[in-house]
């Protein structure tokens, strides 16, 4: 589709800017007197925190907070953490001036996001294949990065949301 959605280790920018931190490497040095949080799945899967922390030899001040996806972006901006893993499309991440860190050993692997589609789907609806196809490439990071912040940062309509872009980059609408 043109974007990844690969891991993002995200520290406040204040604290990017303050300490001069580009990449993970970087703030390694930092991390003993730091607080993490990760979501489950990253502490869980083998792309995760396990390899992550071997790789970079992190260690944390205390055991890394599990939390909710979902909240983790606003724990870094309230202080409650110093270092959060996200994904690089999080709409948060520029609303919340909060920094990516360079993943600079090539840790993770990318997410390039590619339909995937039954095609019994593409029979019933033969209408599908065409309008994927002209998504193709269509999408930049920064692009889903707007869109998920119009989406979860400012509430608006998913529907309203993917209408407008279509209709701004000039493709089909559909219905």
């Known amino acids: 589709m043109g974007f990844n959605d690969t891991f993002a280790i995200e520290i406040r920018g204040e604290d990017a800017r303050r300490l001069g931190l580009k990449t993970i490497s970087q703030a390694a040095a930092y991390t003993p007197q730091w ?20 790789t970079y030899g ?7 907070r599990i939390m909710d996806l979902g909240l983790l972006a606003r724990a870094l901006k309230d202080k409650q953490l110093d270092l959060a893993a996200g994904n690089t499309t999080d709409g948060l991440i520029p609303a919340l001036d909060l920094y990516v860190l ?11 996001a590619v339909p995937i589609i039954r095609q019994e789907m593409l029979q019933r609806h033969p209408e599908v294949g065409p309008a994927l196809e002209e998504l193709a490439g269509k999408l930049s990071d920064d692009d889903m990065r707007q869109l998920n912040y119009a989406v979860d940062g400012q509430h608006q309509d998913v529907k309203q949301v993917v209408k407008q872009f279509l209709n701004t980059h000039r493709l089909r609408t559909g219905n």
């Open 35 to 54: 607080r993490a949080g990760f979501g489950y799945e990253f502490m869980e899967r083998p792309d995760g925190y396990r390899g992550l922390a071997a």
């Open 102 to 112: 360079e993943d600079d050993k090539h840790y993770f692997p990318p997410y390039e």
């Open 58 to 64: 992190l260690l944390f001040a205390q055991a890394p």
